[in-house]
């Protein structure tokens, strides 16, 4: 996403971080947004990325690979909602990291996660049921996805599970989209991803792209620009393709009237 407008904040992004070192982040006036563990010659190390306190002064908090009791004791004391979650097997295990965000306050609003997994279907009955969207969605390998769910509505988005790389990338293309959040996981042997994707286009680039995409299931894209103006509507606007059906009109007149007599 391009740090610039009301996009723009002043951030920190760092890995193969201690513990200690994503602790002095926080300590050092920055707020943790996104955490993820991994292990680096069997040794516990963190990517973190983290927003100055001054643009951005929401409280949050992160916590490092916890049983689901753990977690629930942790958002009951500090009083927060998640804003970042993965799911990992440690052993036989299932353990949680991430962030959590004060929910108290202005800040305060309703919100759900499934603790103990969901199904496909199930992640999506949440959402129409409690009128909540997808904040963060992360797969084990046994299938079974892990979600936070805030109950305002911060515009269009959409949400996928078990990826690959370039169908994700194609996805975010297609839709108009930006990667808000991330995980992946082995399945099978194959890394996939889900996620979660927000909409960067304006409403006329929505409203027609949701009307192409309606009325197809091939690849779409558009792009108008007002004459000596700015541009009204953009979708896959870089992506170059053949309209063949519509160039044979041009290859006839080509043939009939570039023939010599």
């Known amino acids: 996403i391009a740090n610039s407008g009301t996009n723009q904040q002043s951030y920190i992004y760092r890995y193969d971080q201690s513990a200690a070192?994503?602790?002095?982040?926080?300590?050092?006036?920055?707020?943790?947004?996104?955490?993820a563990v991994y292990r680096k010659a069997g040794v516990k190390r963190y990517a973190v990325l983290a927003f100055s306190q001054t643009s951005d002064p929401a409280q949050t908090q992160w916590f490092d690979e916890l049983t689901q009791a753990q977690l629930t004791a942790q958002l009951t004391s500090y009083q927060g909602r998640l804003l970042d979650l993965d799911a990992q097997m440690v052993g036989n295990e299932i353990r949680f990291s991430g962030v959590v965000r004060k929910n108290t306050g202005d800040d305060a609003m309703g919100w759900w996660w499934t603790p103990?997994?969901?199904?496909?279907?199930?992640?999506?009955?949440?959402?129409s049921e409690k009128g909540t969207r997808l904040v963060d969605l992360c797969q084990l390998p046994n299938g079974r996805y892990y979600a936070a769910y805030w109950t305002d509505k911060a515009g269009a988005y959409r949400y996928f599970g078990g990826r690959t790389s370039e169908s994700m990338r194609k996805s975010a293309a297609y839709y108009g989209m930006r990667v808000q959040s991330i995980s992946h996981t082995i399945i099978n042997g194959e890394v996939r991803y889900s996620g979660v994707l927000v909409n960067t286009k304006?409403?006329?680039?929505?409203?027609?792209?949701?009307?192409?995409?309606?009325?197809?299931?091939?690849?779409?894209?558009?792009?108008?620009?007002?004459?000596?103006?700015?541009?009204?509507?953009d979708l896959q606007e870089n992506t170059?393709?053949?309209?063949?059906s519509t160039m044979k009109v041009f290859m006839h007149a080509r043939a009939i009237f570039g023939t010599p007599e």
């Open 21 to 35: 070192q994503v602790n002095a982040l926080a300590a050092d006036g920055c707020r943790v947004q996104d955490v």
């Open 240 to 244: 170059s393709f053949y309209p063949s």
């Open 116 to 127: 103990g997994g969901a199904t496909w279907e199930v992640v999506g009955n949440i959402i």
């Open 202 to 233: 304006n409403a006329l680039t929505q409203k027609v792209g949701s009307w192409m995409r309606s009325r197809t299931d091939g690849d779409i894209g558009l792009y108008l620009r007002q004459v000596g103006g700015p541009v009204l509507a």
